[in-house]
């Protein structure tokens, strides 16, 4: 029974593991994970521009994204809180909530810090179906710190430390035996490169980043059986702006992704004992073992497939248009294939940042039928510390931010 509850919630806090309709189930294989919320974009910018970051303009949530780009942002600190209201079309209490902070210790170094809280809502655990059952209420949580440091005139790279928490049963046991929350350490390696280009009508930017992230110990749920591989995962990002004239300008980006988690096995042609020994060697394989093996295993055991491993990666595009660098308006698409979990959608948004105080929205529009992150919102508050200070000294002119 322990086992049976510890799959079930895993299914459920593995929320990027999306449904697929009737026409893709025999190639829907998408990689599961533990703590699946350190996967979701948190912020409302990088969400209107198709969840893309890796190597966009550094911002105060740099640190999900690429915490090397920091190294490079204008102003002494800042913070901002994100809220999304994950898979509102299939129930209405799952949310993430996340913090993020900055601050600029000499002009090329960094450091940073964020919290992420994500709320799984209200489970029912029964049994069988006679039984009444009682309600848990799952979460997950991560608490991070990074530092980043110029290390050349247009390089930056970036670490991070992460710890993770989490708790599928809200501290309820089942059958007499208390389910062991999951616990992890981890870590993020990150590079960015940008140069500035010269134009006769204005300064654009080009710029590249890495960041290979979550690189920590598995999540433990009691057992070594139900335990869970972290979402480490590696991304690649470029982007370019373009100014249009000193006061306009538009923006491109785009990433690509790719878990680096090895995939739970099937069976496929083999005897049962060959399928148990196959899943028993899934259950004890460490994590720097899973990131090697991520790039070559077939979950059916069957012969290596290029192209079933070039379907494992996703990839996003996003376009930014900025007025003065104060108002933003925002498009993007974000693509997974239908044998990774479907996730195809259009994102929309808008931002206004002056002075003190920055606000971004972000909508997800799904483009693949039945896509339960249809109509997703994100919000974003953000404070940044060198506007105050210009208030606090009376220097703020017509058109400074």
């Known amino acids: ?212 992230s979550n690189i920590g110990k598995k999540l433990e749920y009691g057992d070594y059986h139900s335990a869970a591989f972290v979402p480490t995962q590696l991304k690649l990002g470029g982007h370019f702006r373009m100014p249009f004239d000193q006061y306009n300008g538009m923006s491109l980006s785009v990433d690509f992704n790719k878990l680096l988690v090895p995939a739970r096995p099937i069976k496929g042609d083999e005897t049962d004992e060959e399928y148990q020994k196959r899943l028993d060697d899934y259950y004890k394989m460490d994590p720097i073992t899973g990131v090697g093996k991520s790039f070559v295993d077939m979950p059916d055991g069957s012969k290596f497939d290029f192209g079933y491993k070039i379907k494992q990666i996703n990839f996003s595009l996003g376009l930014e248009y900025d007025y003065k660098n104060m108002v933003f308006v925002r498009m993007g698409y974000f693509n997974e294939s239908q044998q990774s979990g479907n996730r195809k959608y259009i994102t929309f948004g808008a931002g206004f940042h002056y002075n003190v105080f920055e606000i971004d929205v972000a909508y997800d529009l799904a483009v693949a039928r039945n896509n339960p992150l249809d109509q997703t919102l994100k919000f974003t508050l953000g404070f940044n510390m060198a506007g105050l200070k210009k208030i606090a000294s009376n220097d703020v002119k017509d058109g400074d931010l």
């Open 1 to 212: 029974m322990k086992k049976y509850i510890t799959l079930f919630l895993l299914v459920i806090a593995g929320s990027a593991s999306l449904l697929a309709d009737d026409s893709t189930i025999e190639t829907f294989s998408p990689i599961t994970t533990g703590a699946a919320f350190l996967t979701v974009g948190p912020d409302a910018r990088a969400g209107g521009i198709g969840d893309t970051g890796g190597a966009t303009a550094p911002d105060e949530n740099s640190q999900f994204w690429n915490p090397s780009k920091y190294a490079f942002i204008n102003g002494i600190g800042g913070a901002t809180i994100s809220y999304v209201p994950w898979l509102r079309k299939l129930v209405s209490d799952i949310d993430l909530i996340s913090a993020t902070g900055f601050y600029k210790i000499k002009d090329v170094q960094t450091i940073a810090a964020s919290f992420r809280f994500f709320s799984i809502g209200q489970v029912l655990i029964k049994k069988d179906q006679s039984d009444p059952g009682y309600n848990v209420k799952p979460y997950d949580l991560a608490v991070d710190v990074s530092y980043s440091r110029i290390l050349a005139k247009n390089f930056s790279m970036g670490v991070a430390l992460r710890f993770i928490w989490s708790d599928l049963t809200g501290g309820h046991s089942v059958d007499g035996s208390y389910l062991e929350p999951g616990w992890s350490i981890a870590a993020d390696i990150s590079g960015y490169y940008g140069q500035d280009v010269d134009f006769a009508w204005g300064k654009g930017r080009g710029a590249f980043g890495f960041n290979i």
